[in-house]
Every structure is written in C-alpha cells, then in structure tokens.
C-alpha cells in the first residue's frame, strides 16, 4: 500500500495510487453521471402516481436536486479524492461514521441491481419478446448480474464505454419515445387534463417523496473516481450541471409521455413506462383492446422488440455506472482501515476492484434468488421491497454527505474551492439543511410509509401509503425493509472493528514503517 498524500494540507483516505489509472475525460463524466441519474426503473412508479406527480417533480427538483447537485460539485472541485463520499464523510466525521455510511451505501448497489433492476428488465423482455417460464427467470437473472460484474472489473479504458453506451441509449429511447407520443396523440388522441389533477396535496408528498429523491440521486457516482479523472477540479462540476439538467428533461419527458397516453387504471409501478410505450407503439402496428389489452404487429412489434433492447441496456447500464463508483469508493474504504483490507486490493494490472465487485456480484445473486423465492414469483412484490429497500439504503449514506459541507467549509478554511455554491456562507447552510431535511423525511417514509397522514387537515390512514402490492400488510413491508436496514447497520460496524482490528496489528507488526496517524 502506498504512503497516504495530502491535499493542500488535508489527511486523505490511504489507497494504492500507483494502481490507479488516468482515464476519464469531460464526455466520459458526463456521461457516467446521466446513467447514474437517468434510471427507468421508477419512471413508472411516478407515472402510475397520477399528474400530481409532474407537480412533485418540480417542485422537488428546486428543493433537493438543484442543492444536492451543488454541494457535490463544491466538495467535488475542492476534494478530488479518491472515493468520493466516503472520504469527504471521512474528512468531516472520522473513519468509524464513513465507514458504516460507506458500507450501506456500497450494499445498496447489489440490492437494487438484485432486487429491482433485474425484474425490470425480465418483465420488460417479457412484454416485448418471449416469457421467462420456471428456471429462466433465474438464468436471466444471472447473466443480468455477472455481465455486469465483468463490466466493472475491466480496466477503466475498456469499462468506460459502457456509461457511454448507455447514455447513448437513453437519449434515443427517451427521444424516440417523446416523438412517438406525438405522433400518437395526433393520430388517436391523448387522455384529457385537468389543471385541479395536478394540484399538490401532503399525502401525494409524503408518497411521492421517496421516489422523486432516488430519481434524482446519482451527483457522486463519478466523484468515487476522482483520481482517475482528467483534471477533476473542473471537469467534476462542469460534469454535474450539464447532466443535471439533461437528467431533470429525460425524467420529467416520459412521464409526460406516460400521462397523456395512458388511463390512469392502466398504469402501473411496475410496468407503467413499459406499457405506455407498447400503447405508443401501436401508432406503427398494433391495437388497444377494449380492455386495455395492446397487440403489437407488423413494424410496430419490430419497434417494439428494438425499445426493449434499449431500455434493457439502460436499466443494465445504470447498475454497471453505479457499481463503478461504489465499488471504488469501498475499496477505498477498505484499504483506508475501515473494513476488511482484502477488499481495498485494486487489481495490478487493470487498476479496477475486482475482489469488491465479485463480492457486490455475489450479494446481488443472493437477493435476486431470496427475493423472488420470497414474494412466491409475485414480481410487484419483489419491485417494491427491492427498490424502496435500496433508497432507505442510499438515504443513510445521503443524511452523513450533505451535513459534510459547512463542516469541511469551517475544519478547511484555507482550501481553494474553484466552485462553490452560490449564497456564501448562508447558501452552504441553506443547501445543506434543506438536503438533509429531506431525505430524513424520505427515510422517515421508507421505514414507516403514512407517517404524517392526517396531519395539516390530510385524509386518510397511514396503510394508504403501502404499496398496492403490500396492501394491508404493514408488518410484511416492515420485515422487507427494517431487518435488512438493521443487519446491514451491523455488518457496517463489524467491518469498521475488522478494519481497525487489521490496522493494529499491522502497527505492532512494523511500527517503524507507518505513518504517525496509523500507529496512534
């Protein structure tokens, strides 16, 4: 392991920087950073939440995503660290606090890619090309996961492109699609709106809130690389802001898109993007039954079979963009003293984390199989444990990131900051408040949906905020999500006393050849 380096004076997280490789420049950023925000995965779920959803979406945009995007790029610009989130936490709160974030946060990954974006994509090859009968639901499942795992364990020259790829299809699905709709509303007419359905209510806030954050989250992804990037001061931010608002244009387009073709009985969590761009579709082939049945045929099947390759690739693309940053930020982790130093060995040759991301690869195996064997084959069960398992996850990590501004601001004074978030000394707290008060509240309605329900004049109970596919089984959803919180919690103390357990020993070993901060 090489010798810790300071920047400017700061103390930064050991890692073996002579592993590293140089390779990210501007465009590869940019677009790591659109698949980490761009994820299809809860496009329907907000579709299915009616018109007060677009109201949410812009309303939460200027609460949480424009803060959020502008304290990453000041921490950004002013710590081009390895590891990204975990050595900014680290540098405010200390090696135990990082490390537990680091570790849930890390996990998270697998979960999701485990736990919702394998059944996406297995519903979505379903509804366009061939079921997916008994044992090739598994087989699918695997080869969604492993080739993912291949792609961040390649070499950073090699891995880069597939973020690349997958901008690229977003942006031609996401546009295709918006024409479509077009095209489609001339042609057979859309559903007609009503200015009094997007009116904003409390109980659509506190439904909605968990959703709309994890849409918006991924700012950090790329900052996990920091050493590997081009002149990261510069390119980081500049990455940040262009693909925030490409990202905020490619959400809010489909869900545009979702409202005005289909009925809103029709659409679901599950499946709402998928269906509305099969009812789309039949503008090129194809027929609504009565029912709300679609039958695609002649060149519309054809454009359909492409639309789910496309998404396919998308969904495929985001947890390999996700995986790249997270990996590398607990190997980081891992290698700093805070978890087992086994996982922070970059690979000699490629540079990348190949034990962390077999191991990420392995845990993500496990969740797909659990959960599927879990929820009986019920897919709208699985997606909805899975993906709001994964936010609560994200979420610890989030409530220990965006508090590191004004610390770092007041513990580093002297530090060069080429962007910093508009407002002075004010502007930092106000962004870093309003972040972390919202993603408590998001946490808050992850582990207990309905908290709040009948305040403020609200109607309703706190079930009505189930999910539908846990309707009237509060205790069920709790079980999906608090046991898997809390021993992940546990796993991250335990690999921080490993750590720490490792560290020591290695000081009374040789003493002589670490630096001071480790033998204290």
């Known amino acids: 392991m090489s010798e810790p380096v300071t920047l400017d004076g700061t103390d930064a997280p050991r890692v073996n920087r002579r592993r590293l490789r140089r390779g990210l420049g501007k465009f590869d950023v940019f677009f790591l950073l659109l698949c980490s925000l761009v994820g299809l995965d809860t496009i329907g779920s907000l579709a299915a939440a009616g018109h007060e959803a677009f109201t949410w979406l812009f309303i939460l945009s200027l609460l949480f995503f424009v803060p959020y995007g502008l304290i990453v790029a000041e921490l950004s610009a002013t710590f081009p660290l390895e590891g990204g989130l975990y050595s900014w936490i680290r540098l ?47 087989l699918a499942g695997l080869v969604f996961i492993w080739a993912g795992v291949l792609c961040t364990c390649v070499s950073l020259k090699v891995g880069r492109w597939v973020p690349a790829v997958g901008a690229v299809a977003r942006m031609v699905l996401l546009g295709f699609f918006f024409i479509s709709t077009v095209i489609y509303g001339f042609a057979r007419g859309t559903q007609p709106l009503s200015l009094a359905e997007f009116r904003p209510t409390y109980f659509g806030f506190i ?10 989250v991924g700012f950090e992804v790329s900052s996990s690389a920091a050493e590997e990037i081009d002149n990261p001061r510069r390119t980081i931010p500049l990455g940040v802001l262009r693909s925030g608002l490409m990202s905020f244009l490619m ?37 609504v039954g009565a029912d709300g049945t679609v039958q695609l045929t002649g ?14 690739v998308a969904l495929f693309t985001s947890g390999v963009a996700w995986a790249m940053g997270e990996n590398r930020a607990q190997a980081v982790a891992c290698s700093d003293g805070t978890g087992p130093g086994y996982f922070g060995v970059l690979s000699a040759k490629r540079g990348t984390p190949v034990r962390i991301s077999l191991l990420s690869g392995v845990l993500a195996t496990v969740v797909m199989v659990a959960a599927l064997n879990f929820t009986a084959g019920d897919t709208g069960k699985y997606f909805s444990a899975g993906l709001n398992l994964a936010i609560s996850m994200t979420m610890v990590a989030y409530l220990t990131v965006f508090p590191t501004l004004p610390v770092l601001r007041r513990k580093f004074p002297e530090l060069a900051r080429p962007f910093v978030v508009p407002g002075g000394r004010l502007g930092g707290y106000v962004a870093s408040v309003l ?6 509240f998001t946490m808050c309605q992850l582990v207990w949906p309905g908290v709040g329900t009948g305040w403020f004049g609200s ?25 898997p919180l809390l021993v992940f919690l546990g796993i991250g103390v335990v690999f921080v006393l490993v750590g720490r357990w490792e560290t020591r020993r290695a000081a009374e ?11 204290g």
Not at 207 to 216: K, N
Not at 255 to 284: H, M, N, R, W
């Open 435 to 440: 972040s972390t008060a919202i993603v408590a």
């Open 459 to 483: 109607a309703g109970v706190p079930d009505d905020a189930l999910p539908d596919s846990f309707a009237g089984q509060r205790w069920t959803y709790e079980l999906t999500q608090l046991v």
């Open 251 to 287: 959400v809010a387009a489909p869900i545009a898109g979702v409202l005005l073709v289909l009925p809103a009985e029709q659409v679901s969590s599950l499946g709402g993007f998928i269906d509305a761009c099969k009812a789309v579709f039949t503008v090129y082939g194809g027929q």
């Open 299 to 312: 060149f519309g099947a054809a454009v359909g079979v492409l639309a789910a390759v496309g998404l396919i």
């Open 92 to 138: 405010a709160f200390g090696r135990s606090v990082a490390g537990v974030a680091q570790l849930v946060y890390w996990l998270s990954n697998p979960v999701w890619v485990g736990g919702t974006l394998c059944v996406v994509a297995m519903t979505t090859f379903e509804k366009f090309v061939h079921p997916l009968p008994g044992v090739w639901t598994y």
């Open 509 to 519: 070993q040789l003493p002589e050849q670490l630096p001071e901060r480790v033998r």
């Open 207 to 216: 439904a909605l809130v968990p959703l709309i954050v994890f849409t918006f």
